[in-house]
């Protein structure tokens, strides 16, 4: 599993250090928190906030299997749990 860099689970990142988390491009993660594929906070001035506990729940190691495809496409990278969520 990557490094979790010892956040605690409701601890809050920006999208910069929560893609670095979860080994994907800021852009990627925006894409997913745009279709709905991981939750994402705003603050009051419209930062995205992303719950590390949702992040890990991204990157469990059932998670990790290659995808194929382009890796900023979200449909054929979303990890399968979080696209499954999307689905519903």
């Not at 990557?2 to 994907?24: F, I, K, N």
Request: a negative charge; glycine letters at 8%.
């Amino acid at each position: 599993m990557p490094d979790t860099h010892g956040y605690e689970d409701d601890e809050t990142l920006l999208v910069g250090p929560a893609a670095e988390l979860v080994g994907v491009h800021p852009d990627t993660l925006r894409r997913w928190a745009a279709a709905g594929r991981v939750p994402v906070l705003r603050t009051p001035t419209n930062q995205r906030r992303f719950l590390v506990r949702d992040l890990r729940a991204l990157i469990r190691p059932e998670n990790t299997e290659p995808r194929g495809g382009d890796a900023d496409d979200p449909r054929s990278s979303a990890p399968p749990a979080a696209a499954e969520r999307g689905a519903a």
